[in-house]
């Protein structure tokens, strides 16, 4: 059955750079690049991968020419909307021929899946680390949703509406997200959202919206849950979240994290 990938906060740099001078964020996505080519045989139905936002660190063209030399390499189309280290301008010129890229304005777009459709949502304001979903945003999902009627929908956006428990995150996450959520609450069919920002895998419930953070490919957010410290990353194994519409024994959208990398393995349970 259908389904994607989704990888996040993938935050590369000028090659040979390290992000923060201790992240090989180049490094992490090659592994996580890897991994996705390496499963696809073992996954079923997987159409794309979806990357939500933080593609470079500084939004420069030559951080964008270095993604899209590693993502050259990955075996599945892939499409993305802009995190807070993004810049519009030269994310849109460096992926200008992708089919998914707006000629102008928010990165925003749209993808039908079959079962359902996921709706990218540019959050990015421009020179701040909280996003904002503005009234062209609000707009484009008005127009998207009314287009999908009763299909379930997937909201994939950089900044998360739910709290992590990370404060010095939660201050930066989706600003104003009432008037999203107030509509994914009135959808007639099963409605979630995926997100990025947080660098780690958490999962909560808003109302009847299903909300999901998904780990970056590279370094992590310290899970530090006290107020007023400023946020600390780790070198944590990354990961990527795969989403597969399953039919039986109910329909619906199932994820499952997996770690980067090779491991030992598979071998059977019987001795």
């Not at 089919?99 to 540019?122: A, K, N, Q, T």
């Not at 959202?193 to 419930?205: P, Y």
């Not at 979240?241 to 399953?246: A, G, K, Y």
Request: one cysteine or more; glycine letters at 10%; hydrophobic letters at 40%.
């Amino acid at each position: 059955m259908p389904g994607f990938i989704q990888i996040t906060d993938t935050h590369i740099v000028a090659p040979g750079a390290l992000a923060y001078g201790r992240s090989d964020t180049a490094e992490a996505l090659r592994r996580a690049v890897a991994t996705i080519n390496a499963k696809l045989s073992v996954l079923d139905g997987i159409d794309c991968v979806i990357v939500t936002g933080d593609l470079t660190d500084h939004g420069t063209p030559e951080e964008y020419a270095h993604f899209a030399a590693i993502m050259a390499e990955l075996e599945l189309p892939w499409q993305a909307v802009p995190g807070n280290h993004d810049r519009r301008d030269a994310m849109r010129a460096a992926f200008a021929p992708a089919p998914w890229m707006p000629e102008d304005g928010p990165i925003h777009w749209v993808r039908d899946f079959g079962p359902f459709s996921v709706i990218g949502l540019d959050t990015l304001l421009e020179g701040a680390h909280h996003g904002e979903l503005s009234l062209e945003g609000v707009g484009f999902l008005d127009a998207a949703l009314a287009a999908i009627g009763a299909q379930p929908v997937v909201i994939a956006s950089h900044h998360p509406w739910m709290h992590s428990g990370i404060p010095a995150m939660d201050a930066d996450n989706l600003h104003g997200g009432g008037a999203l959520m107030s509509r994914l609450e009135a959808h007639p069919a099963p409605a979630r959202m995926i997100s990025g920002h947080v660098h780690r895998a958490v999962t909560g419930q808003i109302g009847r919206v299903t909300c999901q953070i998904s780990p970056a490919t590279c370094h992590a957010v310290l899970t530090d849950h006290r107020v007023g410290h400023d946020p600390q990353l780790t070198i944590e194994p990354g990961g990527i979240t795969v989403f597969r519409w399953s039919t039986a024994p109910q329909p619906g959208l199932l994820s499952d994290t997996i770690p980067t990398g090779s491991f030992s393995g598979p071998w059977p349970f019987a001795e």
